[in-house]
């Protein structure tokens, strides 16, 4: 089979034979805590493809995750990793100074919204970088309490998984997890947790904030931080509308409580801006990053202004965060995303947006599409009425397309993410909206059988 772009080749069968035997022996060695939505067995990527152990090139429309956010084994940044490695792979910036961590944190500093006299603290992870945050909060605020979101996903350490509210596995035999967190409803429209209509609604997800859980069970004073993600991921890539950020941003300040915006997976690019959170107009006192930032090599960071860092030696550390080899991987990644990659994910975002719309008018399937730039999420339900969620055709949808060559995942519980890396063009748009169309088809005449 081959796509529009002439660059897919998928052979009958899937999996391989080959890469049968290397699920296999995953499923002897490597821990079943793993998520994997199909049976692909990576052997290389290139740009916007990727090739399994078998010889199948598929269009890569996950970006591993939205981190291989220049595409895959862009040259510039392998060129800049291969270099490195050649001069020093690790000599821990805890306890060190070596200039590829400084110059990313000075770059860091400048390229995220605020004043440009803020630090940066380096992991590996985004989760390591949500650790920081929540560490960095409490020390600087003395305040014990945490407010996030439901349907956010902030990572899986201790710290990180008690802000999350994603999904109950995630959470099933980790109790008690760290206390002083409580949990608000999002500014999810589509599914109104209060059953109102936007803007009539007057932002209710907030004022809930202010009038319930402020009068009855939390005195606002004793709250360090808001954590938020201005465009929900894991939960459904849901776009909230600009004033319940600013609201919420508002009732922070009112109350001496930190805004901190988990922009990993939004960050870097990807919505069209350097972070979503320019979109809103915030200005966060925290903000996490990972994922983008360093094209696939391991990094996350957490920005702050010096004013709120202000934690003493022996505070917090990392071993390995900020390791060189990433650093310069991860400056040539802001490079090449300001200088072209940025206005391109904005330009094909809207390009896929439009289509998908016309799309939805279509299929029945489609209950909603929504996003910013190259974060898309395209809701799917049985019913447009009752909005019921068709789980189980989202499933069969992203399996149908891995097999006729497109690679998908999915996000909250019953939408489709389109994430493709920022490199993406129209001629590969068209083939994944080619692929996508193609299998909603299928799915929904089996649906009227």
């Given at each position: 089979?081959?796509?529009?772009?002439?660059?897919?080749?998928?052979?009958?069968?899937?999996?391989?034979?080959?890469?049968?035997?290397?699920?296999?022996?995953?499923?002897?060695?490597?821990?079943?805590?793993?998520?994997r939505?199909?049976p692909?067995?990576?052997?290389?990527?290139?740009?916007?493809?990727?090739?399994?152990?078998?010889?199948?090139?598929?269009?890569?429309?996950?970006?591993?995750?939205?981190?291989?956010?220049?595409?895959?084994?862009?040259?510039?940044?392998?060129?800049?990793?291969?270099?490195?490695?050649?001069?020093?792979i690790?000599?821990?910036?805890?306890?060190?100074?070596?200039?590829?961590?400084?110059k990313l944190?000075?770059?860091?500093?400048?390229?995220?919204?605020?004043?440009?006299n803020?630090?940066?603290?380096?992991?590996?992870?985004?989760?390591?970088?949500?650790?920081a945050?929540?560490?960095?909060?409490?020390?600087?605020?003395?305040?014990?309490?945490?407010?996030?979101?439901y349907?956010?996903?902030?990572?899986?350490?201790?710290?990180?998984?008690?802000?999350?509210?994603?999904?109950?596995?995630?959470?099933?035999?980790?109790?008690?997890?760290?206390?002083?967190?409580?949990?608000?409803?999002?500014?999810?429209?589509?599914?109104?947790?209060?059953?109102l209509?936007?803007?009539?609604?007057?932002?209710?997800c907030?004022?809930?904030?202010?009038?319930?859980?402020?009068?009855?069970?939390i005195?606002?004073?004793?709250?360090?931080a808001?954590?938020?993600?201005?465009?929900?991921?894991?939960?459904?890539?849901?776009?909230?509308?600009?004033?319940?950020?600013?609201?919420?941003?508002?009732?922070?300040?009112?109350?001496?409580?930190?805004?901190?915006?988990?922009?990993?997976?939004?960050?870097?690019?990807?919505?069209?801006?350097?972070?979503?959170?320019e979109?809103f107009g915030?200005k966060?006192?925290?903000i996490?990053?990972?994922?983008?930032?360093?094209?696939?090599?391991?990094?996350?960071?957490?920005?702050?202004?010096?004013?709120?860092m202000?934690?003493?030696?022996?505070?917090?550390?990392?071993?390995?965060?900020?390791?060189?080899?990433?650093?310069?991987?991860?400056?040539?990644?802001?490079?090449?995303?300001?200088?072209?990659?940025?206005?391109?994910?904005?330009?094909?975002?809207?390009?896929?947006?439009?289509?998908?719309e016309?799309?939805?008018?279509e299929?029945?399937?489609i209950?909603?599409?929504?996003?910013?730039?190259?974060?898309?999420?395209?809701?799917?339900?049985?019913?447009?009425?009752?909005?019921?969620?068709?789980?189980?055709?989202?499933?069969?949808?992203?399996?149908?397309?891995?097999?006729k060559?497109?690679?998908?995942?999915?996000c909250?519980?019953?939408?489709?993410?389109?994430?493709?890396?920022?490199?993406?063009?129209?001629?590969d748009?068209d083939?994944?909206?080619?692929?996508?169309?193609?299998?909603?088809?299928?799915?929904?005449?089996?649906?009227?059988?």
């Open positions: 089979m081959k796509g529009k772009g002439g660059f897919l080749s998928i052979g009958k069968k899937l999996p391989g034979s080959e890469a049968r035997m290397w699920i296999k022996k995953d499923n002897r060695f490597v821990s079943q805590s793993y998520t939505a199909y692909l067995v990576v052997k290389r990527g290139k740009g916007m493809t990727i090739e399994d152990v078998d010889g199948n090139i598929f269009l890569d429309f996950t970006s591993g995750i939205a981190t291989c956010s220049t595409g895959h084994c862009h040259p510039s940044v392998v060129e800049a990793i291969t270099r490195q490695a050649g001069e020093l690790h000599m821990s910036g805890t306890d060190f100074y070596y200039p590829s961590q400084i944190a000075e770059r860091l500093a400048k390229i995220t919204p605020g004043n440009r803020k630090r940066v603290f380096f992991g590996n992870s985004g989760a390591e970088a949500i650790e945050a929540f560490k960095l909060a409490r020390y600087h605020t003395k305040r014990e309490m945490f407010i996030a979101f349907g956010s996903f902030h990572g899986r350490t201790m710290g990180a998984l008690s802000l999350t509210a994603s999904k109950a596995v995630q959470r099933r035999y980790f109790n008690p997890l760290i206390p002083g967190v409580r949990h608000a409803p999002y500014a999810y429209c589509y599914r109104c947790h209060y059953n209509t936007y803007p009539g609604c007057d932002i209710e907030v004022k809930w904030i202010r009038d319930v859980l402020f009068t009855n069970t005195p606002p004073e004793e709250v360090a808001i954590v938020v993600e201005p465009i929900q991921g894991e939960g459904g890539y849901v776009v909230p509308p600009k004033e319940f950020h600013t609201r919420l941003y508002s009732l922070a300040k009112e109350f001496g409580i930190l805004y901190i915006a988990d922009e990993v997976q939004s960050g870097m690019g990807r919505t069209g801006k350097m972070l979503a959170s979109h915030i966060p006192d925290i996490t990053l990972a994922k983008g930032i360093a094209s696939g090599m391991p990094v996350g960071a957490m920005v702050a202004s010096s004013g709120i202000d934690w003493i030696p022996g505070s917090h550390a990392s071993t390995f965060g900020g390791n060189p080899v990433s650093c310069e991987a991860a400056l040539v990644t802001i490079d090449l995303i300001q200088n072209e990659l940025m206005e391109n994910a904005a330009e094909i975002g809207e390009y896929l947006l439009n289509r998908l016309e799309m939805k008018k299929y029945e399937i209950g909603d599409v929504r996003g910013k730039g190259l974060m898309i999420g395209i809701e799917l339900v049985r019913d447009r009425e009752t909005k019921e969620p068709a789980d189980k055709e989202r499933e069969k949808i992203i399996q149908r397309c891995f097999e060559g497109l690679l998908l995942l999915g909250g519980k019953n939408s489709v993410r389109f994430m493709p890396p920022l490199v993406v063009s129209r001629i748009a083939t994944a909206l080619s692929i996508f169309e193609e299998v909603l088809s299928e799915v929904e005449k089996k649906r009227c059988l």
